[in-house]
C-alpha cells in the first residue's frame, strides 16, 4: 500500500514536470516579451537617436545647419537593432542642408525626413522637418551659430502580431483568445519645434573646440493613443562638446562628447577618434577613421570611417551591456552614415609640359 502510494506520487511529480518543461520555454520568451516590451516603452516616449551622432548633426542641434565647408550637404543614416531579439528595430534618416544659401553669408537652409520602425508592434515614427540657421562671426576665430527647426511628426502602430498576457490559457498560447486591449486611435500626428546654439573657436594652428547647447520638442506635443491630453513628449535637451586636435602632420584626435536629458532619461556618449591623413595631394584626399564611444553605463559602439574627397563614409556596432543581455547576447545593431557635400567645381591649374630637349 505504500509502495503504490509513492509510485502514484512519484507519477505525479514526473507529470508535472512533463508539464512544466512543456509550458517553461514560453514562460521564457513571455519574459523576454515583457522585458523587451518594458524597454521599448521608454523608446515610445523618447526621439530617435544615433551613436554616429557626429554624422547626424542635425538631429542633436539646429545649430549644425550648414556649418560645413562646402555649398550643400547630402547626408544618409541607417540603423539596424535588436535583430537578435525580436523584429529588428529599423530607422533611416535622410536630409540636405545648404551652407550661404542664395550667397547671403551665414545663412544656413536644411530639410529632413526620418522614419522608425520597431518591433512586433510596428511602432512607426515618421518625422519630417525644415530650418534654418545664422552664422555671426566675432572674430577671425570664433563664430556662434544660432538654429532653429519645425515639422511635423507622425507615429503609429498596429495589433495584428502583438501577444497579451491573458491568451496564455497556463499551458501554452492561444491567438483564438481574445485580446481585452481597446485603443481609441492607432495613429497620432503633431507638430514640433526645436532650436539651438553653437559656439566654434580656432584655439590655435593644431586644435579647435566646439561647445553646442539645443532643445527638442519645446511645444511637448501630446502623443496619446487613448484620448489622454496629459501625455505629452518631453522636451529634450542636449550638450555637445567636440575637439580637433592635430597630434602630428598626419594625426588627429577628435574626442566627443554628448549629454542628453529627456523626462526622466539621461543619455551620455562620451568617447573620441582618431584620424588618420592617408593622402593629402589636391584633389585626391583619403582619411581614415577609427573611434569607440561608451553610452551610460548599458552600451558601448566601435566605429570605422573613410573620408575621400567629398564623400565621408561611417560604420559602427553597438555591443549591449543592458538588462536584455540574456537575449540581446551583447549583440546591439549596426549602424551606417554616408556624407556628400558639394562644392562648386574649382579650375584646376594647367601646367605646359617643356620638351626633356629644352
Avoid at 547671403?104 to 534654418?132: A, E
Avoid at 575637439?243 to 598626419?250: F, G, S
Wanted: glycine share 8%; proline share 3%; charged share 20%.
Amino acid at each position: 500500500m505504500v509502495q503504490s502510494s509513492k509510485f502514484k506520487v512519484q507519477s505525479f511529480v514526473s507529470r508535472c514536470n512533463e508539464k512544466f518543461a512543456a509550458f517553461e520555454p514560453l514562460l521564457l520568451n513571455l519574459k523576454l516579451q515583457i522585458l523587451l516590451l518594458f524597454f521599448a516603452a521608454s523608446v515610445f516616449g523618447q526621439d530617435i537617436h544615433y551613436s554616429q551622432f557626429f554624422f547626424a548633426p542635425a538631429n542633436y542641434n539646429p545649430a549644425h545647419i550648414g556649418d560645413f565647408n562646402g555649398d550643400y550637404r547630402f547626408v544618409g543614416n541607417e540603423r539596424r537593432q535588436w535583430a537578435s531579439v525580436t523584429l529588428p528595430y529599423q530607422t533611416f534618416a535622410g536630409a540636405i542642408d545648404a551652407h550661404d544659401f542664395l550667397k547671403v553669408k551665414g545663412l544656413g537652409v536644411f530639410f529632413s525626413f526620418q522614419n522608425d520602425n520597431t518591433g512586433d508592434s510596428h511602432f512607426i515614427s515618421t518625422l519630417c522637418n525644415v530650418g534654418s540657421s545664422y552664422r555671426v562671426t566675432t572674430s577671425a576665430r570664433s563664430n556662434f551659430v544660432f538654429g532653429a527647426q519645425a515639422g511635423f511628426s507622425n507615429k503609429q502602430f498596429a495589433t495584428k502580431d502583438l501577444k497579451y498576457d491573458n491568451q496564455y490559457n497556463g499551458f501554452y498560447y492561444d491567438p483564438s483568445i481574445g485580446s481585452i486591449e481597446n485603443f481609441d486611435k492607432l495613429s497620432t500626428t503633431y507638430f514640433n519645434l526645436n532650436a539651438g546654439a553653437k559656439w566654434n573657436w580656432q584655439m590655435n594652428d593644431k586644435g579647435k573646440l566646439m561647445l553646442g547647447a539645443s532643445v527638442y520638442n519645446i511645444t511637448q506635443p501630446r502623443e496619446s493613443f487613448l484620448q489622454n491630453m496629459n501625455v505629452r513628449l518631453d522636451r529634450r535637451y542636449n550638450i555637445e562638446m567636440g575637439i580637433e586636435y592635430r597630434l602630428a602632420p598626419k594625426w588627429s584626435l577628435l574626442p566627443k562628447v554628448l549629454m542628453s536629458f529627456q523626462g526622466k532619461y539621461a543619455e551620455y556618449l562620451i568617447g573620441s577618434m582618431v584620424q588618420y591623413d592617408f593622402i593629402t595631394e589636391p584633389f585626391n584626399e583619403w582619411k581614415i577613421l577609427g573611434g569607440a564611444w561608451g553610452r551610460s553605463s548599458d552600451a558601448g559602439n566601435l566605429f570605422a570611417g573613410l573620408m575621400y574627397n567629398n564623400w565621408t563614409f561611417g560604420a559602427s556596432y553597438d555591443i549591449n551591456f543592458s538588462n536584455l543581455v540574456p537575449a540581446s547576447q551583447y549583440r546591439g545593431g549596426l549602424e551606417l552614415a554616408v556624407i556628400y557635400i558639394w562644392r562648386k567645381a574649382v579650375e584646376r591649374t594647367h601646367y605646359k609640359v617643356c620638351p626633356k630637349f629644352l
